[in-house]
Structure formats: C-alpha cells, structure tokens
C-alpha cells in the first residue's frame, strides 16, 4: 500500500500513483469527479511546495463539507458528502432523459391551401394524342370468314382466321346452332351459378371430357378469359411460377392478377427452363406449402413453335411443378385424331394437371374450356372469377362445340388435309428473301420472322402492316401482320403470321407463296 | 344503409358461429381419419390448404342444391328446372335470371334475322378484329351502340367480364389514381389491379365522401414521393347488382367536374332497362352523356346476347382499337350475337316498324314499381330504388338461405339467393329480377309464394303495412 509517506518523495510520480492515493485513503473521501481536475492539475508541472499548499487546502475543504454529514448513519453505513453531489447529477441527468425530444410541430394543410393545390392540378389527358398509325382501319369481311371471303365486293384468300380444320360454313355445324337458336333464344342471360346453366353446357362438358379422356371439364364464356381466371384460381401470392417468355396476353395477366412470383425462361427452351428450374430448387427451402407451376402454351401464338410436351413432364416430374398448358392453337389439330399436344408426344394426359384452350380456333365457336381432374374442376366452380362473376357461354356455340368435335371424330381425313397443306406452304415458302420460317414444320401457325429488324419495333410493325395492306390490295390475300399493344410484355420477333386450313385449295397455297416472295423481295431488301 | 334487427344479428351470428364449429369439428375428426391413410400427394405441395376452402367446404356445400340450378329451355318468364340425377323438369316462374327487357328467348323480329346471319357468317370468324374478324354486322353493330348510348363512337368485345379487365389497363398505369365505390363488381376490381395505378375506395353511392377524398388525395399526391398524380378515373355503376340502388349520377358528375377527374360509367344493369327510351341512367337522371367520359356496358342482361361495349369520343376509341388486348389478340364476338343486339336495339327504338320496344319499357317499369310496393306492404325488407329491376329481398340468417329457396322451388318459383363472399356475412338476401315478360298474373302468383314462403321463414321484418311503415326500435345499422 502506497502512503502518503512515501508518495510525498515522489511528488512527480505519476497520476497514477495519485489517484490510487486518492482512493486508497478514506479519510479524504474525494470522488471521481474530483479525480480529473486533480489529475490535470498534477499533469502540470508543481512545485512541491504548491502541491503540498494545495492538499492541504483540499484536506480543508473536505472535512469543511464532510462536517454536515459527519454525523450521518444511514443504515449503519455512513454517508460521506459525494453521495449528495452524485445523486444530485443523477435527478438531472433523469430530467434530461425524460424531456421530450425536439420534434418541429405537425402543420396539416388548411382547407385553402387543400383548394388551391385541387385549382392548380393538372391532369394528362384521357389518351394521348393519336397518329397517323393510329387510324388504321382493318378489313371488313362481307361472307363468312372460310377459307375464301369477300372483302370490298372481291373474292379474297384467307389465311388470318384460325380456321384450321375448315369449320366455318359447315352444314352440320349452321345446323345445330339454328335448332339451340330456335329453342333457347341466343343468350344465357345469367352466370352459371343464378340460372344460367343450360343443359347443353353441361353436354357439351361431358362431350370434351370424353373427347380428351379426363374426368371433368369446366366451360368458360370466352378464350380469352380462360387462362387470366384459371392462372390467379390456383396461384396465390407466394407461389413461384416459371413461365415461357413468349406466352399470349391472356396468360401475362394472369400471372400479373395471381401476384405470385414468376420467372420468365426462354422461349421454348428446355435447358434455359432445366437450369432455371435447378436454380429456383437449390434457392428456397423447400417449403411444403409452397405451390410451383410451369406456364407453357402447346402452339405458341407468337412464334408457331410447339412445346415438346415429353422434356417439360420429365422436368416436372423431377422438380415436383405442376403443369398449367394451354392448348388453344393445338386441340383438334396435333395428333393422330386431333386430341391435342399428348397425344402427338406420345404423353398421357393424367401427367398434366390443367389443360385449358380457347374454342375459337380449330372448333370454330367461341368461349374456352379447362380441363383436369375432377378436384381441380370442382375448384374452380366456385373460385375462378371469370367463371363465377360473368353470365355463362350462349348455348348455341356450346351445341356448335359439341358438333364441332363430334365432326373432328368422324372424319380424321381433315387432320391429314391440313397436315399436307402446311407441308405444301413450308416447300413454297423455303426460299423467301428478308424473311425465315420460325415456327415448327408441324405447326398450323406458319411463322415469317422479319431477318433484318430495323431496331424498333414500330417501325417494323409498320413495315408488316404495308406489306399486309399490299397483299390484300393487289392480289387480294388476308394474312396477318404481327400486333403489339403496349401492354404485351413479349420481345419474341415479329413477322407475319399464315393460318393453314384444312378448306385452302393447294392453289391458294401456292398463290399466297408468290405473292409474299414477290411482296418480300420488294419491300424488305 | 340496411338497418339489422338487434335480435336477428344476434341469432344470425350465432348460427354462423355454430356452422363454423360443427365445420372445425368436423375437419378435426377427418384430420385424425386421415392420419393412417397414406398422403397420395407424393412430394408436391396441395393446391389448396384446408383453411383456404373451408367455407366452400362446410358452410356452400351444405346448401350448394340452390345454386348453379340447370335449365332445358331458354331462360324466359316461365323456365323448366331440371331436377338433378334425373331427366325430370318442371315448369317455374323465372325470378332470377336478368332478362330485362324479355329478349332471352325466340323473338318474332330479332331470331329469324340472327339465323340468317348465322347461315351467312357462321358462328365464329376464328380471328381477331384487326385481322380477319371485323364483318360488316361489326361496323354496323358499333355505330349503331353509339348512336343509341349518345356518343360519338363505340368498341364492343366479345365478353362484359374481360372488357373491363382489358381497358382499364390500356386508359390508367403506374402513377394514376383510381377511385371506385365501395361495391363494384369484380371485373372492375381486376381491371383495377390489372392495371398498376393505385386504388382508394369511396363509401358507397356517397358523394359527400367522394368529394372529401378527391380532396386529399389531390392534395397528398401520389404515396411516398408525392408528386402529383397523372390522372384520376372514378369508376361508378349504373345499378348496383346486389343492392338494386341507381347511382347518384348528378351529383358525382359534378364534382369529378370540380376536381378534373374522368368519369368511367358501367352500365351492365341499367342500360337498356331504365330511363323513358332504355337508355339507360344518364337519361333517367338526365345528366348529359358528354360529361360522363367513359360509359360501358353489357349486353347480356337487357339484349339477350352476349358481350360488352365501351362507348366514348371518337379519338379514345380509335386509341382503345389500337391498343385494347381483348381489341388485338380475342376472338371478335360471335357475329349472329351481334346481330342479335342491333335487333334488339331497333326493337326498342321502335325502328322495326311495331311500339314493341315501348311497350315492354312501360312494362318493366310498371312491374318493378308493382312488385316493389306490394313486397314492401307485405312487410319484407326490400331494397333499392324505384324504377330499379332489381329488388333483394333481406334475409340475414344462413338457415333461411336454403329454406326460403327450397320453398319457392316447390311451389314452382325460381328464385336466386346470394350469401358470403358476395354480400357481407351478416347480409344474406334473396334477389329478385323483374323481366317485361312477365305477366300481371304471374307477378301475383309469385307474390302469393313469396309470402308464404316468407312467413314460414320468417323474413317479414317490418310490420305489414297499410300504414306507414315506422322503424323497429332496437336496431343497429350496417352498410
């Protein structure tokens, strides 16, 4: 122990030496808060003699203000005069604590400055001004929309309706929608659930769950809005969907309107969808609750390829996704008797869990179906928005659904027609400049993608729509020139598209092959 | 504004409480059965976990024989119900399917010209408007909407549901500002969300509140950044489906004037079924078409056709045509469809050469308001305004959905009841839809049915009039 003796001779000894002094020593009883001035004091270089003049004052002054509480005994332990100065610092520092902190005050708005800034608000205009491409005008059909038309009083070649077996105008079709038109009037004039349910839906129902072998299928009012209230029906916020990237507008809704997360693969591109598949595996942890879909069209509207239906089931039945597809462009036309994208690949039909299509094209009648096991179906009676909240399908296109398939299973001869006459377009249109067949060799959407895209693709559209405009003017042909609304988030290529029809005469076929060799020697070079 | 009987909502509440725990009991003991069976799901996550249906499961299934009811014959005042399993049918009075104006069935003037146009164009064109899918009947049929409606032009597609899914997207995006009432219907509650712009939600069929909340959020500006908003649209309805109120049209006009916002108008209900010539609430109210800036429609309640319309200036079509999805990639409505609406159309304008139109508008209003009056001296709770075709009965309970629809069935009535999700919980109800093929007579015979029907359920809950009617002391409202 150090005392005072022995550090009077070391007067210049460190604070250190001081401090233990100070603390050491209870007679002096200084505190910490003495400590600092003391040690700054000592740092400075003193005299002995003023060193020791000072603690003898501050000896003086302790027991000056140890004097009060000299007799003091709280709880048999004496209170030395820090106590009073350290609890003093206390309260202020809880004083401190407790104001509030500076907050510049909340000024609302006043009810006029509320007015001024509704004076002052400029909205945009409901649209923007519109151009000169704006105004395009389409053609106007005056006869049924067959293999040939008339359009302007001329007979014209149509390969823009999606016609593929050649159903519009036949007999047994006009006839059965004039007897459901004679007997049920034209609309249903309710939803499915208040009346509206005829009973030539539910045959109609039973009719394509025939055709297709599942256990059930349920009808919807329109193609379109099969896929966009199918999609958010089973997939809800959290889900993973993987998606190609050159799915129809339909099914881009509905991803939007299911809110789940989606990733997009490349199109029709089964390593892109195995490597994207491993990726999103190895990511999440593989949560039990956790619902995971592929999206997949069978005939791809945009680009005419075909899905091979074989790779995605073995990938998903690796990966444990259920399959959504979307057979619009494919029922009635891939396959040996028309039964769609399974049967062409040889896959049963129990391996995919939601087959949807829309009617309006190989069936030649409106509205779309969806079909699964009889879970599946069951659900969406009462979940699927696009069914429940909207007046149900005019039972004369049901009936003419109904004839429609019984037709496509009494004459497989339409499917080979149809068959020869995409192989006779794919010969004719080899060798055209400034554009490449696309699509697959069995496909009925017969694909052009412009070679040499000028870099925007207004631009290209607009090149498509003259050489569209030319060929129906001057040698009286409809085909279709590709169509991009703002809301279409697909970059696939554009180009024009030929729908072959099993009603084509191999000399129209052979007419619509020169005159867009001709047509795209002239414009696109 | 639906005031509830204290003791009604005390015993409607404890009937749901106990559906839901005889449901849970009920899953809990198929949850232990389950437990020894094996899960045949084999590694894929179920489609649907069990909470998510458990009211379809429990509570519709119970009573799902009232609804989705098929018919075999063509859905007009007197309909043949197919009992189920069986091939039997039998004859009702049609209270439930919205034939307004009695076009749901073979018609002397409109059905021979639809055949002819289904033998000349076929069912279907199998393409798009801008491709092949634009006939002739097309053109007519759009000028002939927008001359009847009041506008310049018009754009019809072929479904009312996917109209509006498909056009809200192409007028509105990020940035804007969408105002709609409280109990749209769902497709304009998609098209909203379809849409990216922000929704806010007015209280029903109130304009006073409409206006305090153009207000601030005109003043807040877009959230987080609070830059001003692009433009904002305020979706109303005509009629109300489930409530049979007509909006307060003037009123929302006026202040959507005030503030610079755009007016979108659905008329699904109302067009073709009010107002001196059908056409529709602007005209009722008489409120000029060229102030409200978007106004859509439907054709399947009023023209017995299907499909919808938007009708505006002609720039705004012109940019719908260009860009509207359902416009560029659906197929185009069923054209002996629509030369069932242009029909239908001249009926009621009186074009085909008889006053058949006139006749059955005075027809339908004169039986809705018949109707109406005599439920409400019955002492029924009975909704909406006057000259609405859409009347809800009020049932509250859950037991009463079944039985009052059950009772009307045997006695030859076909009626439409409506329970959760779309109407709020406690608010069940029966809905009632008059069509001017409806005869007097038919009208007293289901009178007669409902009464009884009601007092063996016992929904009358006002006291029978013939004085006027005073309210129930003890009541508490709900909206």
New interface residues.
Partial sequence: KITRENSKAKSFASPLLWANDIFCSKSTGISWNSLAALCWIHRAKMDTNLVEMFRAGLNWVTMALDAPSARVVLFGVRIQWHIFVEVLLGFVIVILLSQKSYKPPKRP?TEQ???E??DE????P???P?TED???E?????????PH?TVNGKDVV?F????YLGL??HEK??ES??SA??????????P????????V??DCETRISKFLSTPDTILY?????TM?STIPC?CKKGDIIVADEGV???IQ?GL??SRSTIVYFKHNDMDSLRSTLEKIMTKNKR??????YIVAEAVY?NSGQIAPLDEIVKLKEKY?F?VILDESNSFGVLGRSGRGLAEHHGVPIEKIDVVTA?M??AL???GGFCTGNA??ID?Q???S??YV???S??P??AS?AITAIDVIDQNPELLVKMKQHIALLWKGLKDIKGMSLASDPESPIVFLKLENSSGSTKEDLLLLEKMADRALKEDSL?V?SS??????KCRLPVGIKLLVSAGHSESDLVKVSESLKRLASELLL | MITIPYLTAVSTYFSYGLLFAFGQLRDYSRRIFDWWSTNNLHGYAPICLAHEDFYIRRLYHRIQDCFGRPISSAPDAWVDVVERRTTKSTRCLNLGSYNYLGFGSYDEYCTPLVIDSLKKFSPSTCSSRVDAGTTSVHAELEECVAKYVGKPAAIVTGMGYATNSAIIPVLIGKGGLIISDSLNHTSIVNGARGSGATIRVFQHNTPAHLERVLKEQIAEGQPRTHRPWKKIIVVVEGIYSMEGEICQLPEIVSICKKYKAYVYLDEAHSIGAIGKTGRGVCELLGVDTADVDIMMGTFTKSFGSCGGYIAGSKDLIQYLKYHCPAHLYATSISTPSAQQIISAIKVILGEDGSNRGAQKLARIRENSNFFRAELQKMGFEVLGDNDSPVMPIMLYNPAKIPAFSRECLRENVAVVVVGFPATPLLLARARICISASHSREDLIKALQVISKAGDLTGIKYFPAAPKKQEEVKDTIKLD
């Avoid at chain 1, 169509?483 to 279409?488: A, E, G, N, Y």
């Fill in positions: 708005l400055e509320i007015d800034l509704c608000w400029v909205p945009e409901l649209i923007p519109i704006m105004r395009h389409p053609p106007v059909l005056e006869s049924a929309a067959g038309t149509n823009a309706s999606a016609n519009i105008g079709l006009l929608c004039t038109l004679e007997k049920y009037g034209v609309g249903s004039c309710g499915r659930g208040f009346y509206g349910t005829i009973d839906h539910l009012s329109y193609g379109l809005s966009f089973f129809h507008w339909g809704n939007q309107l949560s039990k609750n956790l619902r995971r509207q444990k259920r829309a309006g094209h030649a009648t409106e879970r599946i659900y009676r009462l979940s928005s696009g909240f909207s007046a399908l005019p004369y296109l003419a409809l279709v169509k991009k609304s703002f809301l279409d």
